[in-house]
């Protein structure tokens, strides 16, 4: 891990943050926008900090619905798949800081920059970004790591992209980020 002295601009340890990449979200009528470049996209982003020795914390929503817990759709997307030592969060709301041992996951690893791909878009990673920049994290939103199964998707990638922007996290595409160097 890096210390304090040799952080690049973004500062602090960091982790990525990976949210929701189940199965159930890639089986719905309207199809993940560009979901195989957002899969190439997010191995890319996990190898890298895999090789940097960055942690990879993987979250994974339950619900009533499509994504019941233990079920094959609840299931992380089979190109998606944590080592046996990465943490998975376990969720039922937005935020996955929300009644959840997220942040006391990032705190006992000292991780202070969060960056943060996944599903989708408008939901889970604008409600867990919101969540982590009131708890004061730096965030990097990979700006071509997350996308939906909106027949807007492609208008709400670039609106929460600015948005989210707006209210602090920093925008890299996945080919800018290299985990040795945040």
Partial sequence: MKTGSDVGEIGG???L????????????STSIYKAEQ????LNTLIGG?????????FVQHANEGTLAEGSEAWRLHPRIQPLPT???IHKRHGNAFEETVLQQELESRRVRTLVVAGLVTHGCVKAT???ALALEYRIILVSDGHSSFSKQAAKLIEEWNLRLSGLGAKL???G?????RL
């Fill in 13 to 15: 340890n960091v982790a």
């Fill in 17 to 28: 943050l990976v949210i929701d990449v189940q199965q159930g979200l890639f089986e719905k």
């Fill in 38 to 41: 957002l899969l190439d996209n």
């Fill in 49 to 57: 900090a895999r090789r940097a020795g960055v942690p990879v914390l």
């Fill in 86 to 88: 990465e943490l998975i």
């Fill in 129 to 131: 970004c919101l969540g």
């Fill in 172 to 174: 890299r595409a996945t």
């Fill in 176 to 180: 800018e980020i290299d985990f040795r």
